[in-house]
């Protein structure tokens, strides 16, 4: 059994690391969450308490720092989360772009911060279910998150009953999952139309496609008000001017970036640039 006990200055260093790599905003009473994440993590190391899994961080083991910030991002997620935003896309934006789109017969989507996977593969169902005509389109859906253990289960399309109970139409599960043992593993013609990659929000950016679709959903929440600036403002300048993003339920651009107008009518979170 792990010693999970937590100093007030064992909280800071971890508080202060994990806002100085990935920007994340840990504030004081959140000392249970350091306990519950980090106490795997020292039982995965062979360690007897959090303090000693700490003691090594001080000690600048920048292998175990990634692992530790990982730890601390939150993962929470599930597939067709918050029903509404889903039905939005059906039924008014991806057929708006779609029609915008007949030219080039392409649509960029980027999920910025995708977890373990089931928001960007909802959208792939989505695609394939209810769009038909876009089988013959390129179809760049792009999933990014900073955790690289995050990113592996996500590549493995490997969803446990709990997680596909969540969110997930019977209908859809079973056409598109197999079931393998306490496990579902999702087909590999929908696991094939998301590419997986490491991003971390707060640090540069590499070059990007502009993109017709952003997913940000309940990211920024996580973020002081400087870094959603910043963010925020890299996205105006990736987005298409006809694209759009979507933010979560308790996030908004108001106040931090005025290139942005909420598309009011739609009630779920959607924004677009102003003309």
Not at 31 to 43: F, G, K, M, W
Not at 44 to 51: F, N, P, Q
Not at 130 to 149: G, M, Q
Not at 184 to 210: E, H
């Amino acid at each position: 059994m792990v010693e999970t006990t937590v100093s007030a200055d064992d909280f800071d260093f971890v508080a202060n690391l994990v806002r100085q790599r990935c920007a994340l905003v840990i504030e004081p009473g959140k000392e249970y969450l350091v306990q519950s994440r980090l106490a795997p993590l020292a039982q995965r190391h062979g360690l007897a308490s959090i303090r000693s899994l700490i003691d090594k961080l001080r000690g600048s083991d920048h292998r175990l720092m990634t692992e530790v910030v990982e730890a601390m991002v939150t993962t929470e997620t599930s597939f067709f989360r918050d029903i509404h935003p889903f039905e939005t896309l059906k039924k008014t934006v991806l057929p708006e772009l779609i029609e915008a789109r007949r030219a080039q017969r392409q649509l960029n989507i980027w999920f910025a911060a995708s977890s373990s996977g089931q928001e960007p593969y909802s959208v792939a169902l989505l695609l394939k279910e209810w769009f038909p005509e876009l089988a013959s389109w390129r179809l760049n859906l792009v999933a990014t998150d900073i955790s690289h253990a995050m990113l592996d289960r996500s590549r493995a399309g490997r969803y446990s009953q709990v997680e596909v109970n969540r969110g997930l139409p019977t209908p859809l599960l079973l056409k598109w999952f197999r079931q393998e043992g306490a496990y579902w593993q999702l087909d590999d013609r929908i696991r094939g139309m998301v590419t997986f990659a490491q991003l971390n929000l707060a640090q540069p950016w590499p070059a990007m496609a502009r993109w017709d679709l952003v997913f940000l959903r309940n990211v920024m929440i996580y973020f002081d008000t400087d870094m959603k600036k910043a963010i925020l403002g890299r996205v105006a300048r990736l987005l298409s001017r006809d694209g759009y993003l979507l933010l979560g339920g308790a996030e908004t651009t108001l106040n931090l970036d005025d290139s942005f107008h909420r598309m009011e009518a739609f009630k779920t979170g959607f924004y677009r640039l102003k003309p």
